[in-house]
């Protein structure tokens, strides 16, 4: 049974940062596609970054540039270093794992389904 965990979440004012992980479980996950979505209240989820298992990512513009994903070297773990957070990162975040390759395309359209999600885990920054 697949499982994806998140933790890291938490409360910080403007400015700061947090540092995410989601650790998986149930898999060997060396070749799966990972990345993280956030959801803000009255939104849609949307994808933050994803990382492929050869080095490739992708990150939403909203967040280049301040936010960085990185895997373990066993790539059961996946990280999201938030820096210069702002209010509008005020979301939910989930973790994904999907065992189809990078495919950047579907980041670039907001089309990519993953297979597994985590059950989030809140980020909030208070201006």
């Known amino acids: 049974q697949v499982q994806l965990v998140e933790s890291g979440g938490g409360l910080v004012q403007a400015g700061g940062s947090l540092r995410l992980s989601c650790a998986a479980s149930?898999?060997?996950?060396?070749?799966?596609?990972m990345g993280w979505f956030r959801q803000a209240p009255g939104k849609e989820r949307d994808i933050v970054s994803v990382?492929?298992?050869?080095?490739?990512?992708y990150y939403a513009d909203s967040v280049k540039g301040r936010f960085t994903i990185s895997r373990d070297g066993g790539k059961s773990a996946v990280y999201l270093q938030m820096n210069s957070l702002k209010a509008e990162d005020t979301a939910v975040y989930y973790c994904?794992?999907?065992?189809?390759?990078?495919?950047?395309?579907?980041?670039?359209?907001?089309?990519?389904?993953?297979?597994?999600w985590g059950q989030g885990t809140q980020v909030t920054v208070s201006s």
């Open positions: 149930g898999r060997t996950f060396s070749y799966y596609t």
């Open positions: 994904a794992a999907d065992p189809n390759g990078y495919r950047a395309s579907s980041y670039y359209t907001r089309s990519w389904q993953p297979d597994y």
């Open positions: 990382t492929g298992w050869n080095g490739g990512t």
